[in-house]
């Protein structure tokens, strides 16, 4: 599409990158199908053909409303459209860059920047646990859904501890460990039953992709070069890979490299991070037969998996997770509009309630329908997002690590 | 067909927000721009106000109020059209079908779907699956495009040699006329009495009735189907080719080509598995009980073997049967990659003349200086050149569209018509001088008028005026051929 | 301009000059069919021959006073055929009055593509309007939708809105094999059996149940038949038999057709009940086409037709004064009413016979 950049834009460092993105889109609303907004709302705006005409109109120097801004705030960066695009439209990048430039050219008001810095702080700094814990006390009188989802968490059980000769990072997360300590304690389980020993570096926290999808980029900067300084050593004394198992993480180490390239600093070492950074699911299929002979038999078999838009359509990771559950003796059920996003969408679900509410309830019926004993998946939002229903939720290195003998 | 506008703009916004609610009418520049084109970019125009009405009395409501206060209505789907079909009104509304997404009815025993007209056409056969039925005509749009979109258009798809257009399969189209008067064309029984005005209305391309609800008729999937990748070292062969499949009695289910500048253009997306080093690539779908289809594969791929295939690859399971279409459905938008835009035409033409016509275009990628992939409905003989572009060149800009015009007018010259299944809309309405005599042109106005007399639904589109004829006419030289082919003329 | 066509044409520039109405008439084979019509005949036979017809395109372009018979045999020497297998119900039968009587024959509830009426295989059409003007809708090629397809309303007209000059058809190759079968069942397990059938990938290519029989053709490759007869039991009819059956019932030639009594079509939804009438059936079309001997008052028969959401025609016999299709709608009528003075502003063409007062 052709597109005239405005002065600022032109000089802008994204700039030309989100040109050349729009060249490659021809147009052709394949996109709109996919697109988990366009299907609740039907209006072009909401969906990612019509995203990319205001990104576009930004670009080109329009003075945006606050109804451009509500349109990109309803996008939940799911990047179902991208997997759809046949003209490779990297779309997940250009709402990126839409939204800093939105930012610049039309600041929110206060209220909504307090609080989006609020939020920020309150899930990546040390709050979000004591916030947590009182909001399990409370449970009884919080609304129906609220208390759903803040079931207790499964305890983490043991570390294992033991020294070994193949070495890997992981990325521990911020809201992960104190929502679901379990999954990372059974990440090092499953991890260590194949030899592989799991760190954790005390330093790094968020990855920063909830400060990046809140306007804070300068902040989200800040996460980054934290943890990479944070690894670094670690990653200097032979670390093979930093394993992630929350995929909306993992999408945002792998784009480590293309934030931080204008920081001489920082340049070469964020894209050894990105080069470095693997999902589980990348990572276990070759060792699964290996791991094979030290499992026991399954608590439930009958199993669907939602794969998180950050995995299939974010690290364009399809039909891998499934294919190790099915080599694992489990029966994967399929189930309708698997690429639609489930409403979670990191902090998504917190500034857009009402969508995000409906996009669960979707979700959790196409989930269900097949009558699966567990809903597995591969990332913290999500697998908040669809608790709290009459079907149990786990990530699916839980549900292995539960068959280790 | 000028549709003067009575009331000024305030009053005509005034009384629409009266009737929708706010959420439902889009009128500043910054909401209606996104909807300024359908899935041909090189036209656009704001429309005065979008519409996006969420119930079928707000829909009457906004026709009854345009119709007393004479402002345009252009319809919209899902704005795939590739024809310009639903291009705004400056002065009208373009009232959105969007909306209205709901499968009514999936009837086993009818072997029926009832559906609004937002609903996309995948999603029919999506609903329709665990029946063990589908609705045949599969566009390469078809994740995206609406049925409301299809009958306007009469879609084809890479099915439809053996299944039929829109028009066989669409039994009953209940709707409005543009004074919001309730109208219902066809019938769930065989035929309905009186002239048969569900086949005008297919294809109208929503100039003669607002859709608000369709019932298609459903076939049973087939119990096995494959398809055959067959390669050619040219392309006037592989044209001939699907000449000699029809000529030996077969009707595949499917029958298409990519030539090799296609076939290179989609495998990055799709992994189709094409043959990248084959001058044209040959997709030949059998479908039926397994019997059957094992014979005919056999009896096929003689043929093609025949007729100079260089080399024959059936699909060994669906999944692959599925990688093959991938390919050819993602085609056009695939050419996103290559080039900022893309301009497809859809002439249709006699089969036999298809090698001839490929050629022809190669010479005219030459003469254009634009590359021109070809990837195309060839049982039907219906071509989707695909002239790459740029859009932010005025002067590749211009020769692309006198390519097009160039391909429209041999088209016409070869026995055969501008548009297969896109639709004239805005876009072909100098090449419909070319087909078609004034009297005759004349004639759709008339039908136009039987169906809106005053003119202001969707107007403008599919039938060019006596002026613009006559400015087109002395662009050209009869016989088609341009006489500066060089030189824009849009 | 030809000679014999320059003919045609003066003789409506006349009538419409003059304001006399034309009785498009050819063979006379379907006299009996439509509305009372009247005025000074305009017979097209002159004007007859094929124009065009290459077998690997799948297309025949025909003059209207073409003799149908001719026709077919042309095809059928290719291995071709007109799928919607018209009636000719006689053998002066010609193109143009087989288009615009736009009638079909068992086929036309086939399987796939070939599931179709005449108006279906009708890719274009040349058309000879009010104005002594000669108009071409549609072409030669399988898909097109340059300007409305007005070809399309042709079929079934009546010739109430022109003279059909040329008419370009879709033909198929004829089947490899065929194969008859019968069964012994009453209507209502007839019906609930052919509903069946339709959700299910079989090669059906004609169906007719009467008098407690139901017979079925397949068509298809030899593969395709044996397997669904596997499926379907019943008991196969020899070849000769089962030709003669089906082209008695294309002609209306079986006994069933012989008597005085009206002859009603309702054209149904095929998946409704058996109709609530007194008098003899016989259903084709998967249950889409039901005849009816009745000496039931029509607006009873109409009623019922409606009932089921379809619609009924007096086909033959019966007191046709009254009007022998159901009437229309305001809406589509005053549609029709413009269409009309669109093509025939004198309305000189065969009045009355598609839309009494048209
Ligand atoms: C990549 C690509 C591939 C394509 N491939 C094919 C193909 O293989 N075959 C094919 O036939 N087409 C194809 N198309 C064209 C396009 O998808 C079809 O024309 C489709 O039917 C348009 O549907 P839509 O819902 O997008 O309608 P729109 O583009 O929104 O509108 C099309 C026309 O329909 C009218 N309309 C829409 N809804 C209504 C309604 N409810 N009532 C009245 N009028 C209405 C509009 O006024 C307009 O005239 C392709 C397009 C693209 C972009
Ligand atoms: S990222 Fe998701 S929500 Fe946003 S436009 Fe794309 S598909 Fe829609
Ligand atoms: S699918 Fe890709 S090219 Fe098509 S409209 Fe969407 S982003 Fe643009």
Sequence with gaps: MQTELADFARQHADGPEAADILRACVHCGFCTATCPTYQLFGDELDGPRGRIYLIKQVLEGQAPTERTQLHLDRCLTCRACETACPSGVKYGRLVEIGRELLAERRPRGWRAQAARRALAWVLTGGAFAPLLAVGRLLRPVLPMRLGAQLAPARAAGTWPRTPRARRMLLLAGCVQPALAPNINAATARVFDALGIEVLTVARAGCCGALRHHLDQQAAAREDMRRNIDAWWPAIEAGAEAILVNASGCGTMLKDYGVLLRADPAYAAKAARISALARDLCEVLPPLVAALAPRLGPAVSTRVVFHPPCSLQHGQQLRGVVEGMLVALGAQVLPFADAPLCCGSAGTYSLLQPAVSATLRERKLAALTAPRPEVILSANIGCLTQLSGGATPVQHWIEWLDERLR | MESAVVESRPEVLAALARILPREALLVEAEDTRPYECDGLTLIRQRPMAVALPQTEAQVVAVLRLCHRLGVPVVPRGAGTGLAGSALPDAGGVLLSMARFNRILAVDRRACTATVEPGVRNLAISEAAAPQGLYYAPDPSSQVACTIGGNVAENSGGVHCLKYGLTLHNVLRVRGYTVDGEAVEFGSLAPDAAGLDLLALVVGSEGMLAVTMEVTVRLVPRPELARCIMASFADVAQAGDAVAALIAAGIIPAGLEMLDQAASRLVEPFAHAGYDLEAAAVLLCESDGTPEEVEEEIAHMSQVLRAAQATRIQVSRDEAERLKFWAGRKNAFPAAGRAAPAYYCTDGTIPRKHIGQMLKSIQAMERRYGLSCPNVFHAGDGNLHPLVLFDDSDPDSVARAEAFGAEILEESVRLGGTVTGEHGVGMEKLNQMCSQFDRPTLDAFAAVKRAFDPAGTLNPGKVIPSLHRCAEYGRQRVVGGALPHPELPRF | ?358
Excluded at chain 3, 62 to 73: D, I, P, Q, S, Y
Excluded at chain 3, 170 to 177: H, S
Aim: proline letters at 6%; charged letters at 20%.
């Design chain 3, 1 to 358: 301009m030809d000679a014999t066509l320059g003919q045609l044409v003066e003789q409506v520039r006349g009538a419409t000059q003059a304001r006399t109405p034309l009785r498009i008439r050819a063979g006379g084979s379907k006299d009996f069919y439509g509305n009372p019509s009247r005025g000074q005949i305009l017979d097209p036979r002159p004007w007859q021959g094929i124009e065009a017809y290459d077998p690997s395109e799948l297309v025949v372009t025909a003059r209207a006073g073409t003799r149908l018979a001719e026709l077919e045999a042309v095809l059928a020497a290719q291995g071709q055929m007109l799928a919607f297998e018209p009636p000719h119900f006689g053998p002066d039968a010609t193109v143009g009055g087989c288009v615009a009587a736009g009638l079909a024959g068992p086929r036309r509830a086939s399987a796939g593509y070939t599931h179709g009426g005449l108006r279906d295989f009708l890719l274009g059409a040349r058309l000879l309007d009010g104005r002594g003007q000669l108009l071409r809708f549609g072409g030669t090629v399988m898909k097109n939708v340059a300007g409305y397809d007005v070809a399309r309303v042709l079929a079934g007209s009546l010739g109430v809105l022109g003279l059909l000059v040329d008419v370009s058809l879709k033909v198929l190759p004829l089947p490899r094999a065929e194969v008859t079968l019968r069964f012994e069942l009453g209507e209502a397990q007839a019906l609930e059996r052919l509903c069946d059938w339709q959700g299910r990938p079989l090669p059906v290519s004609g169906s007719a149940w009467c008098q407690g029989a139901l017979t079925v053709r397949l068509s298809g490759a030899e593969a395709a038949l044996a397997a669904a007869r596997g499926r379907l039991g019943g008991e196969a009819i020899a070849a000769a038999d089962a030709s003669a059956f089906w082209q008695d019932l294309r002609e209306h030639q079986l006994e069933w057709f012989a008597g005085e009594l009206p002859l009603w079509r309702l054209a149904v939804p095929p998946q409704a009940p058996p109709l609530a009438l007194v008098g003899a059936q016989l259903i084709e079309w998967g249950g889409g086409q039901r005849w009816l001997r009745s000496a039931q008052a029509p607006a009873r028969i109409r009623e019922e037709a409606a009932r089921l959401g379809g619609h009924a025609t007096l086909f033959r016999g019966g007191d046709r004064a009254g009007g022998v299709f159901s009437p229309l709608n305001p809406a589509l009528l005053a549609i029709h009413r413009r269409l009309k003075q669109a093509f025939d502003p004198a309305g000189i063409f065969n009045p009355d016979r598609l839309v009494q007062g048209l």
